[in-house]
Every structure is written in C-alpha cells, then in structure tokens.
C-alpha cells in the first residue's frame, strides 16, 4: 500500500508569499496519477492539479505542480485570501490514496 | 455543465444501514467512474472506492470491504453507495465525484484527470 506522506502540516504565511507544500510517496508512483486537490471549511474538495502538473480547468496560474517517482510539489505563486485553506495529495489510478493534508494558514 | 447532487443528511444507529444517491447531470454516467470519498469530523479525506456505471465493475477500499456496496442506475443518472453494520467512526461527510476509470467504445482506462467534480457531500451520524 502506498502511503503518501505532506509536509508540513501548516504552512504559516503572508498574502503575497510563495508557498511550496510537499508531498512524498512511500514507493515510486506514476506522475500521471498524482493530483493536489484544495478544501475550505464546509466545502468539497476542489481538484486543482492531475497528472503532477497540469492545472485543472478554472485553476489559475499562480498554482503549480511538479515532481516524480516519490517526490512532488505544490507551489502556489503568490498568495491571495482566498488561497488560505487546506491542501490534498492524491495517488489514484491503480491504487487510491491521500496524503494527510497541509494547512495554509495566515501568519 | 457537469453537476452532482447528493441526498440529504441521515442519522443512524449504530448496526444499521444507510445508503446514499449521487445523481449526475451535464455528462453522460456511462462514461465515467464515480468515486466516493469520505471525512470524519476534523479528519483528512478516505478514499472508500469506486465504480464504472459502464459495467459495472468495483474497486473498493480493503477496510471497507464486506460492508460497502456501490451500485449505479443508468437509467436515472444516479449512483449509490451502501454502508452497512454501521459503527461510532463511521460518522463523517461521504462525497461522490467523478473519476477513477473512463470508458468508451467498449473499453475503459484509469481516469488521469483526478477527480474533476463532486458533489456537495451527505452527513452521516451514527449515534445511539
């Protein structure tokens, strides 16, 4: 089974600054079954990256992903307001799993 | 445009059953997978499975396995997904969203564009 395992747990920063949250897998895994999905309080996820690194539709470009084998990335450029939330790794695919989520918060 | 509109909330005891619907629009069910996806309260998100209303086919979470039933209605655009011998931990918001295998013209591939809608989420409370 594989474990997908973000860091860090909570991100702490100002409207404006570059956020890079990690996401490590426990073995190998296809770049194009790794998607980062965004949640605010109360709401569905939101799917923002698949395949690693292609933005979902809507998805702004401030919003990157990057990454293979056991190690990828979401960087958000410059953060606005409403980009404070929690963020999701996923491998889906031939086996589905989360990572356990990191907090973008405000400092 | 694409939508999917769960049932209402339920509160259950625990042993018992519960089923909620997903009713897709916008999109033809067939062709997609639908997954579901819960999240206990102040909990990450648990993938709980998947099925292709193409055929039929399943994958569910080995955890889960033995308790869980996903079905589809094609003819309504709905899926379900069953719980039974629900127990405390078991309360969380359950969501349904499309994804997991793509399938046309007789064949049908992992989807690679993640989870790309979901539906609003359903409350299930299992309390005695």
């Known amino acids: 089974e594989i474990v997908l395992t973000q860091s860090p747990g909570t991100l702490s920063l100002s409207p404006g600054e570059r956020a890079t949250l990690s996401c490590r897998a426990s073995q190998s895994v296809s770049s194009s079954f790794l998607a980062w999905y965004q949640q605010k309080p109360g709401q569905a996820p939101r799917l923002l990256i698949y395949?690693?690194?292609s933005r979902a539709t809507g998805i702004p470009d401030r919003f990157g992903g990057s990454g293979s084998g056991t190690d990828f990335t979401l960087t958000i450029s410059r953060l606005e307001p409403e980009d404070f939330a929690l963020y999701y790794c996923?491998?889906?695919?031939?086996?589905?799993?989360f990572g356990q989520g990191t907090k973008v918060e405000i400092k | 445009q694409v939508q999917l509109v769960q049932s209402g909330a339920e509160v259950k005891k625990p042993g018992a059953s519960v089923k909620v619907s997903c009713k897709a629009s916008g999109y033809t069910l067939i062709n997609y997978g639908i997954t579901w996806v819960r999240q206990a309260p102040g909990q990450g998100l648990e993938w709980m499975g998947w099925i292709s209303a193409y055929n039929g086919n399943t994958s569910y979470a080995q955890k889960l396995q033995g308790r869980l039933t996903m079905t589809t209605d094609t003819s309504t655009s709905t899926a379900y997904m069953e719980l039974r011998s629900l127990r405390s931990d078991d309360t969380a918001v359950y969501y349904c969203?499309?994804?997991?295998?793509?399938?046309?013209?007789?064949?049908?591939?992992?989807?690679?564009?993640?989870?790309?809608?979901w539906g609003q989420g359903t409350t299930v409370t299992v309390s005695s």
């Open positions: 996923q491998h889906y695919g031939t086996s589905w799993t």
């Open positions: 395949g690693a690194s």
């Open positions: 969203a499309r994804g997991g295998l793509y399938c046309n013209f007789g064949t049908c591939y992992y989807y690679s564009y993640g989870l790309d809608f």
